[in-house]
C-alpha cells in the first residue's frame, strides 16, 4: 500500500521560514503534490515535483527525493493568512491523490 | 461556473437514510474525483471518473456507496442506509485531464448521521 507520514502540527513567527516535512511509502507514483487548506474551506493546489529536486513558485518552494523517500514544503516570508493546515499527496495510478494526514501550521505575530 | 460546486452544503439524515451528494466539476473538466474527510484527517480517495467511466472503484468503502456520472459532467455520490461512521465531509475535485498536476476541490458536503 501507499503511505504518508508529516508532523501533525508547526508553529512559526510571521516572517520567519518553516519547513514542513513529508515521508512516504509506495511501490509507485507519479509525483508527490502538497494543498493547503483553511478551516471549513476546499483544499488548493500549492506545488507538485515530478522529479527529484526543487520547484519554487513565489513564497512556496517544495521538494522531492525519491531515494530517499522524503519530501518538503518551504514556506518563506510567513504571513498570518499562512495559518492553515498542509497535505503532502502522492499521486498514484488512476492520477487518484494519496494524502497525508496533514500538519496544521499556526503561525505567530 | 467558475469553480467546482457542490450541493448540499450540508447534510444531516438519520441512521439508516439513503443520501445523495452532488458535484458540478469546472465546464470541461473530464476527469473527476470523490474524496472524504473525516475531522481532522486527510482526505480519503473514493472513486475516480473518466469521462462517464469509473476506471477506479477502489476507495469506495463498502457495496452501500455508489455513484455516477452523466453526460461527462455532474456526478452523483450516493450512500444507502446511511451509517453514524459515515459522517464526513465529502469533497469533489475535477481536472481537465486525468494527468494534470492539479485538482480543483469543491467546498464539500458535511454529511452528519445521527
Known amino acids: 500500500g501507499q503511505s504518508l507520514e508529516q508532523p501533525s502540527e508547526v508553529t512559526a513567527v510571521e516572517g520567519a521560514i518553516v519547513q514542513i516535512n513529508c515521508t512516504y511509502q509506495?511501490?509507485?507514483?507519479?509525483?508527490l503534490s502538497w494543498y493547503q487548506q483553511h478551516d471549513g474551506g476546499a483544499p488548493t493546489f500549492l506545488s507538485y515535483?515530478?522529479?527529484?529536486g526543487l520547484e519554487e513558485t513565489g513564497r512556496f518552494s517544495s521538494f522531492l527525493s525519491r531515494s530517499d523517500s522524503y519530501g518538503y514544503l518551504l514556506l518563506q516570508e510567513l504571513q498570518m493568512k499562512d495559518s492553515a493546515s498542509y497535505f503532502c499527496a502522492l499521486k498514484g495510478s488512476s492520477y487518484k491523490l494519496i494524502f497525508g494526514s496533514g500538519t496544521r501550521l499556526l503561525v505567530r505575530p | 461556473g467558475a469553480g467546482v460546486s457542490q450541493s448540499p452544503s450540508n447534510k444531516v439524515t438519520e441512521k439508516g437514510k439513503d443520501v445523495e451528494l452532488r458535484c458540478d466539476p469546472i465546464?470541461?473538466?473530464?476527469?473527476l474525483y470523490w474524496y472524504r474527510q473525516s475531522l481532522g484527517q486527510g482526505l480519503e480517495f473514493l472513486i475516480y471518473?473518466?469521462?462517464?467511466?469509473?476506471?477506479?472503484k477502489s476507495g469506495l468503502p463498502s457495496d452501500r456507496f455508489s455513484a455516477e456520472r452523466t453526460g461527462g459532467s455532474v456526478s452523483t455520490l450516493t450512500i444507502q442506509r446511511t451509517q453514524q461512521e459515515d459522517s464526513a465531509v465529502y469533497l469533489c475535485?475535477?481536472?481537465?485531464?486525468?494527468?494534470?498536476?492539479?485538482?480543483?476541490f469543491g467546498p464539500g458536503t458535511r454529511l452528519l448521521v445521527l
Open positions: 515535483n515530478a522529479l527529484d
Open positions: 471518473f473518466q469521462g462517464n467511466s469509473a476506471p477506479d
Open positions: 465546464s470541461g473538466h473530464t476527469a
Open positions: 475535485a475535477s481536472s481537465f485531464l486525468a494527468g494534470e498536476e492539479t485538482q480543483y
Open positions: 509506495t511501490s509507485g507514483f507519479y509525483g
